[in-house]
Every structure is written in structure tokens, then in C-alpha cells.
């Protein structure tokens, strides 16, 4: 690991929390696109710190991973909206397109994704593309701890997601759902 590197990690890792300033301006020098008013605590972000677009007010909890992968594109793999706040040992990973909403709330150890590998047989799964689809999640929702969210998942504005649940099909707006797989609740 280069020397730049290290010290990056290091910034990005201390758990004083006059260091979000540090962190935000190591970020931002780097590429990546923080608003106003944002906490960043310990954070990882493995590479690309260009694909990140946080608004203005976000706020990330310790041992958030922001991990987008891929060549450099036009926009940002991962966008999250105003005044969301990301619990920790939450993981976003993105290699075409995660959107987060304003005003969101996730729970700790979740994870939201828009891929996954293909399963064709005959070949070894490590060897095979990714399947890639867009995943969003609206505004003013509401995800509970642990849950999971896959690939090309449209939560939509106002809904709340249960607690341990996995996310495999839309959420329409307004709706609670929970489960492995989630279904609506009422």
C-alpha cells in the first residue's frame, strides 16, 4: 500500500469526531462530491471516491462502506440525498447505480446492492459478468436493521422496510413491508 494510501486510510479511520472535517476535505480532494453540513465518523471507501455524491446534511455512522467499482463514468455510482443518515457497518455497493433518497433512515449491518454475478453452469461463478441493474431507494423511508436490499429494487417515498428482511422485488410508495423474502404487512 502506497504511502498516500495509508495516510488516507488513517484520516478516513479515526474515530475523533473533529476528524469528519479532515475526512470530508481528503474526500473531496479525491473526487468525491460532499455538500454541506454532512458527518462522516470512520468510514471505508475501497476505491473510486469519485462515484459518491452526498447532499447536503448526510450523515454516516462508523464503519459505513461506500464501495463503488468500475471504470470512471459521467455521474455517480452511488447519489444519497439531504439529511439521510447510514447506521453503522451499513455496505453500499454499487457498480452501476445505487440512489438514495433525502431523508432516509438505515439501520445498522444492512446492505444495498445493484448486482450480482451471473450463474450460468459450466463456468465458475468467480469467471462470469456481473448482472447489473439500477437500484433506488425514495425519500422518507425508513429501513430497519439488518436488511438487505438486491439488485434493481425501487423502494418507493414513505416506505418502511421490517427489520432482517431481503429485498428482492419493488416496494411501492407508502408501503411496510418485512420477511425473507419482504411482503407487504398492511
Same mark, same amino acid.
Given at each position: 500500500?502506497?504511502?498516500?494510501?495509508?495516510?488516507i486510510?488513517?484520516?478516513? +479511520?479515526?474515530?475523533?469526531?473533529? *476528524?469528519?472535517?479532515? +475526512?470530508?476535505?481528503?474526500?473531496?480532494?479525491?473526487g468525491?462530491? =460532499?455538500?454541506?453540513? *454532512? +458527518?462522516?465518523?470512520?468510514?471505508?471507501?475501497?476505491?473510486?471516491?469519485?462515484?459518491?455524491e452526498?447532499?447536503?446534511?448526510?450523515?454516516?455512522?462508523?464503519?459505513v462502506v461506500?464501495?463503488?467499482? #468500475?471504470?470512471?463514468?459521467?455521474?455517480?455510482?452511488?447519489? !444519497?440525498?439531504?439529511?439521510?443518515?447510514?447506521?453503522?457497518?451499513?455496505?453500499?455497493?454499487?457498480?452501476?447505480? /445505487?440512489?438514495?433518497?433525502?431523508? /432516509?433512515? !438505515? #439501520?445498522?449491518? *444492512?446492505?444495498?446492492?445493484?448486482h450480482?454475478?451471473?450463474?450460468?453452469?459450466?463456468?465458475?461463478?468467480?469467471?462470469?459478468?456481473?448482472?447489473?441493474?439500477?437500484?433506488s431507494?425514495?425519500?422518507?423511508?425508513? =429501513?430497519g436493521?439488518?436488511?438487505? !436490499?438486491?439488485?434493481?429494487?425501487?423502494?418507493?417515498?414513505?416506505?418502511? !422496510?421490517?427489520?432482517g428482511?431481503?429485498?428482492?422485488?419493488?416496494?411501492?410508495?407508502?408501503?411496510r413491508?418485512?420477511?425473507?423474502?419482504a411482503?407487504?404487512?398492511?
Amino acid at each position: 500500500m502506497a504511502i498516500g494510501d495509508r495516510i488516507i486510510n488513517l484520516v478516513l +479511520r479515526s474515530p475523533a469526531s473533529f *476528524c469528519s472535517r479532515v +475526512r470530508i476535505a481528503v474526500l473531496r480532494f479525491a473526487g468525491a462530491q =460532499i455538500g454541506r453540513d *454532512c +458527518r462522516i465518523e470512520s468510514i471505508q471507501l475501497p476505491r473510486n471516491p469519485w462515484d459518491i455524491e452526498l447532499a447536503d446534511g448526510v450523515a454516516l455512522d462508523r464503519d459505513v462502506v461506500l464501495l463503488a467499482t #468500475g471504470s470512471r463514468m459521467s455521474r455517480p455510482r452511488i447519489s !444519497i440525498g439531504s439529511r439521510t443518515y447510514i447506521n453503522r457497518r451499513t455496505i453500499i455497493d454499487a457498480s452501476l447505480t /445505487v440512489m438514495i433518497g433525502a431523508d /432516509v433512515m !438505515i #439501520g445498522p449491518s *444492512c446492505y444495498i446492492t445493484d448486482h450480482d454475478h451471473g450463474t450460468h453452469p459450466g463456468s465458475p461463478v468467480s469467471q462470469q459478468p456481473l448482472v447489473e441493474v439500477p437500484t433506488s431507494i425514495g425519500n422518507n423511508v425508513w =429501513i430497519g436493521a439488518n436488511v438487505t !436490499i438486491l439488485k434493481g429494487v425501487r423502494v418507493g417515498n414513505n416506505a418502511v !422496510i421490517g427489520a432482517g428482511s431481503v429485498v428482492t422485488k419493488h416496494v411501492a410508495p407508502n408501503e411496510r413491508v418485512a420477511g425473507v423474502p419482504a411482503r407487504r404487512i398492511r
